[in-house]
């Protein structure tokens, strides 16, 4: 599975984007779509997720209200629309896949994205 994220940039705090994560290969085990952050020093942590057979969804409490995953099955993509964007949402963003079902831990997701950059200024 090849993954490509997209959508990242330069932001004021309040702005908002949207990501975006394209899947190609063999994609028929995915469970699960995810989503996840690095900022610089700090471990990277899970954002939020989407079941890729159903709607169900699942989000980190520190964006819950702000970030909204979706899914496009037709083109195979993902997205996550993130709104009110705060200076410490600032990080590289990953897509991932998982063989799991709703799983916010990255240790059960094997296919990972190159990551984008967001940044918020303040």
């Known amino acids: 599975v090849q993954l490509q994220a997209s959508g990242g940039g330069l932001v004021q705090a309040g702005g908002s984007l949207r990501l975006s994560c394209a899947a190609s290969?063999?994609?028929?085990?995915?469970?699960?779509r995810g989503w996840f952050r690095q900022a610089p020093g700090k471990r990277r942590e899970f954002v939020a997720a989407?079941?890729?057979?159903?709607?169900?969804?699942y989000y980190a409490d520190s964006v819950k209200g702000r970030f909204t995953i979706s899914r496009d099955s037709a083109k195979n993509t993902v997205n996550l629309q993130i709104t009110s964007l705060k200076p410490e949402d600032t990080a590289v963003y990953y897509c991932?896949?998982?063989?799991?079902?709703?799983?916010?831990?990255?240790?059960?997701?094997?296919?990972w994205g190159q990551g984008t950059q967001v940044t918020v200024s303040s």
């Open positions: 991932a896949t998982s063989e799991r079902i709703l799983s916010s831990s990255s240790e059960n997701y094997n296919y």
């Open positions: 989407i079941g890729w057979r159903s709607d169900s969804t």
């Open positions: 290969g063999h994609t028929d085990n995915i469970l699960t």
